[in-house]
């Protein structure tokens, strides 16, 4: 049972357009909504997190959204750069769980 | 700050062979993870510690997959017979405390031919 959907699965933007990733997931009791940013031969690093008593949360160019009702969230980069392509994971956990559920990733390529 | 330190960083191994990766969290981390990450896919979660305790081994596949972490610091995990689809990167990833942010080390790659 896949729990947390993530769209597309590549991604292709011009440098300083905007890249947004999508996410849905399906336990309501999941309470911490993480992306990670992983470059090849590299692990899973952290970029942004939002809990669900927040709708937006903006870190730089970084913004998470968060729409509860319709269970998804969205990471957006804004100015997207060249450095910023890589493979991006939505991930989720909660409801006495720790470890992360993570979607399938999104290979995202900025052209210069 | 060291982060998560892994070793081997590679390992190719023939099918049925036994194979074991090594982790070291970031000193002071109470929470230790394995995920194994096949191409392509997000990172599944194998099992969590807390301290030297088992807090979830639910996808861990116990008739081959095992685990410790003795002293609540280094951990191994250990995968005995192999097969080819346990090719994949196994991931070491530890925080501070349980629901607190996961920092990973770079990962094994496990090739079995």
């Known amino acids: 049972q896949q729990q947390v959907k993530q769209s597309p699965q590549s991604l292709i933007v011009q440098k300083g357009g905007i890249s947004i990733i999508n996410c849905a997931y399906e336990?309501?009791?999941?309470?911490?909504f993480p992306w990670y940013q992983q470059f090849p031969g590299k692990g899973p690093a952290l970029l942004i997190a939002?809990?669900?008593?927040?709708s937006e949360k903006k870190e730089g160019r970084f913004t998470i959204s968060f729409n509860k009702s319709a269970k998804q969230f969205s990471l957006h980069i804004m100015d997207s750069q060249p450095g910023d392509s890589a493979t991006y994971f939505c991930?989720?956990?909660?409801?006495?769980?720790?470890?992360?559920?993570f979607g399938k990733g999104t290979h995202l390529i900025i052209q210069p | 700050e060291a982060g998560v330190a892994q070793s081997p960083r590679y390992k190719i191994i023939e099918k049925r062979q036994s194979v074991a990766f090594w982790c070291n969290p970031i000193?002071?981390?109470?929470?230790l993870y394995w995920y194994q990450q096949i191409l392509g896919q997000g990172p599944k979660l194998l099992i969590q510690?807390?301290?030297?305790?088992?807090?979830?081994d639910s996808q861990l596949p116990k008739d081959r997959f095992s685990a410790e972490r003795l002293k609540g610091v280094d951990s191994t995990l250990k995968i005995q017979p192999a097969k080819l689809e346990d090719s994949a990167v196994y991931l070491c990833?530890?925080?501070?405390?349980?629901?607190?942010?996961?920092?990973f080390g770079q990962g094994t790659r496990l090739t079995v031919v």
């Open positions: 990833a530890s925080s501070l405390w349980r629901a607190t942010e996961a920092f």
């Open positions: 336990n309501t009791a999941f309470d911490y």
């Open positions: 939002i809990r669900p008593d927040v």
């Open positions: 991930a989720t956990t909660g409801g006495g769980a720790d470890g992360l559920t």
């Open positions: 000193s002071g981390h109470a929470t």
């Open positions: 510690f807390q301290n030297n305790g088992v807090v979830d």
